[in-house]
Structure formats: structure tokens, C-alpha cells
């Protein structure tokens, strides 16, 4: 039976469920909601002091990311059908701007 026959037997109340369920799910994905503490072997790792731990959390300046993207081989990608660094190195001055919005976003959100 198509879908558009079926439509009638489902509520606003239903779809929106769904919809919501969905959105939770995927915003959750890849988000760790409590901090995460290495054991290896019995032995629990020392923490970070805070004003180091402030420092891990701000956000990456531009020059940092530049910097990041300078010190990859030119001929690297990220998948096998992605552009590669080369590309980065070139645009730059066109797509800093999305990459810099990526990891602002990945610092606000914190997950990616």
C-alpha cells in the first residue's frame, strides 16, 4: 500500500514522535553527555589542572587551523573521494570561512 493511502491512519501527534525521536537520536550520536576517565591495566590517569584544562576547551583561532593545514602533505584526504590538503592550501581564502564555522560549531556543540 503507498504511502500517501496510509497517511490518513497516522496522527500529527505520531509524526511528530517520530520526527523528535529521530532528531534526539542523531544529536546524541557522537556526544559523550558525561566526562570519560582513562583506566589501562587498574591505574587511573592524574587530571589536567583547570587553567590547562580552559586552555583545551577554547576554541581553535584561524591560525591555528591554517597551521594544522599547512603541516599535511599536500597529496593526504580525509576519504578517498575528498579533495585533498592540496585543495585546502589553494582555496583557503574561499573555504576558511565553512571550516572555521566547523570547529566553532564542534566546540560549541561538542560533538561533530
Same mark, same amino acid.
Given at each position: 500500500?503507498?504511502?500517501?493511502?496510509?497517511?490518513?491512519?497516522?496522527?500529527?501527534?505520531?509524526?511528530?514522535?517520530?520526527?523528535?525521536?529521530?532528531?534526539?537520536?542523531?544529536?546524541? +550520536?557522537?556526544?559523550? &553527555?558525561?566526562?570519560?576517565?582513562?583506566?589501562?591495566?587498574? @591505574?587511573?590517569? $592524574?587530571? *589536567? %589542572?583547570?587553567?590547562?584544562?580552559?586552555?583545551?576547551?577554547?576554541?581553535?583561532?584561524?591560525?591555528?587551523?591554517?597551521?594544522?593545514?599547512?603541516?599535511?602533505?599536500?597529496?593526504?584526504?580525509?576519504? +578517498?573521494?575528498?579533495? &585533498?590538503?592540496?585543495?585546502?592550501?589553494?582555496?583557503?581564502? @574561499?573555504?576558511? $570561512?565553512? *571550516? %572555521?564555522?566547523?570547529?566553532?560549531?564542534?566546540?560549541?556543540?561538542?560533538?561533530?
Amino acid at each position: 500500500m503507498p504511502f500517501t493511502k496510509l497517511k490518513w491512519m497516522v496522527s500529527p501527534v505520531d509524526v511528530m514522535m517520530v520526527k523528535n525521536a529521530i532528531v534526539h537520536l542523531y544529536e546524541n +550520536l557522537y556526544c559523550e &553527555n558525561k566526562p570519560s576517565r582513562l583506566f589501562v591495566d587498574g @591505574i587511573a590517569f $592524574g587530571s *589536567i %589542572i583547570l587553567d590547562v584544562a580552559k586552555d583545551v576547551e577554547k576554541d581553535f583561532t584561524e591560525d591555528e587551523v591554517w597551521n594544522a593545514i599547512t603541516e599535511l602533505g599536500n597529496e593526504k584526504a580525509l576519504r +578517498l573521494d575528498d579533495f &585533498n590538503i592540496a585543495f585546502f592550501h589553494r582555496c583557503w581564502s @574561499i573555504v576558511k $570561512g565553512k *571550516i %572555521i564555522e566547523f570547529f566553532a560549531n564542534f566546540h560549541k556543540k561538542r560533538c561533530y
